[in-house]
């Protein structure tokens, strides 16, 4: 079975969506940062620390090429 027989016929262009949304308004990101902090706080209520755990973990990789970017010469 090759590659392209396992991939899924349906793709849904969710990056590509946003980047247009982005080019057209600057302000979608602020609805896209409290869309995510409000996702983030209903995952607290529910699962609680271990989802504060979970980013804080996500995060260092970003935050790690963050530190790198801005101390670049």
Aim: glycine share 2%; proline share 5%.
């Amino acid at each position: 079975m090759s590659i392209s027989a396992t991939r899924p016929k349906v793709q849904i262009p969710v990056l590509s969506a946003i980047a247009r949304d982005v080019a057209r308004d600057v302000n979608v990101i602020f609805y896209l940062m409290v869309i995510a902090l409000t996702l983030l706080v209903l995952a607290v209520k529910t699962w609680g620390l271990v989802v504060l755990t979970m980013v804080a973990l996500c995060m260092v990789p970003v935050m790690f090429a963050l530190f790198i970017w801005i101390s670049w010469p």
